[in-house]
């Protein structure tokens, strides 16, 4: 444990991007403030521009819990922040709309110190028990090493351990993607030969239940962020995203089909990759960057 860091608390910090959603980060921080043991600060960076969050927030002082408040919008603007703005090279983010489990802080400062240059990512079940309107879930039981594979997608920044130092030196988050900065980072952070591991005992819990009418327009922007993420890569002349690109396709159709209820998973997708993946592609090769959005996820 570092100097200056109170006993019964991990010199690790946590980094949570809000857009002023209060009762729902009222809950992640409650969930935080549960952990044992607690962790060194926690880091909320606002992109409001109100002042309820940093009143909600001050109640929760003991937690070590502070706001850096932001002008940007965007949750790979606030992300990159928050890693700024901690004290620790140690740092473990969620979202706004999610709530820890009790060991969280435990296990995500274990991870850390068994290898502190690597990325740890961890399971995201679907608050309520409602998988199918949650999206952004994992549930899978079985620890996997990425490192060395072509991916982009095995990154859920609403749960994962990280070395503010080395992300920072990767680049950070693409603050010019609309969606896919998580997945954008993934790629860099893969193809550069860094570790990144999925580590199922870290888990959170995903508050963000949609209609299918807001499953559909989120698909949408998802496959509008992957053709922007391909056409990025593309430009800059890598040419491996000609195996990735169609490869995330083949399996984002073809896996769910394996599952119970997986055909409106794939029908999902389907029309995503109809209505976005193209659209974002085109914007991107033409070099028009995409609007950001709100951090912590949309409401939309």
Aim: charged share 25%; glycine share 12%; aromatic share 6%.
């Amino acid at each position: 444990m570092q100097p200056g860091v109170p006993a019964g608390r991990e010199d690790v910090s946590v980094v949570i991007p809000t857009i002023g959603r209060v009762e729902l980060l009222r809950a992640c921080l409650d969930s935080i403030a549960a952990c044992r043991p607690a962790p060194a600060e926690v880091v909320v960076v606002d992109q409001s521009g109100d002042g309820q969050v940093a009143d909600l927030v001050s109640g929760y002082a003991r937690l070590g819990a502070r706001v850096v408040k932001s002008d940007l919008r965007g949750v790979a603007a606030g992300r990159n922040l928050g890693l700024r703005a901690v004290a620790h090279d140690a740092v473990l983010m969620t979202d706004d709309d999610c709530t820890v489990a009790p060991d969280w802080i435990e296990i995500g400062a274990r991870v850390l110190a068994e290898d502190p240059q690597l990325i740890v990512s961890g399971r995201v079940l679907p608050g309520g028990g409602d998988e199918d309107g949650v999206p952004s879930t994992i549930s899978d039981t079985e620890r996997r090493e990425h490192t060395g594979t072509l991916q982009c997608g095995v990154l859920y920044t609403n749960n994962v351990a990280v070395n503010r130092s080395e992300v920072l030196k990767s680049g950070g988050f693409d603050e010019t993607f609309e969606r896919a900065s998580d997945n954008d980072l993934c790629y860099r952070w893969l193809t550069s030969g860094r570790r990144l591991v999925y580590e199922p005992a870290l888990v959170v819990s995903h508050h963000d239940w949609r209609s299918p009418k807001q499953l559909k327009r989120l698909y949408v922007r998802y496959w509008r962020g992957e053709g922007a993420l391909y056409a990025k890569h593309l430009r800059a002349g890598d040419l491996r995203i000609l195996r990735l690109a169609p490869r995330d396709v083949y399996w984002r159709l073809r896996g769910p089909l394996g599952q119970p209820g997986g055909r409106r998973q794939a029908t999902l997708e389907l029309r995503g990759i109809v209505l976005g993946l193209l659209v974002g592609f085109a914007r991107q090769l033409l070099g028009r960057s995409s609007t950001r959005m709100s951090a912590g996820g949309d409401p939309g």
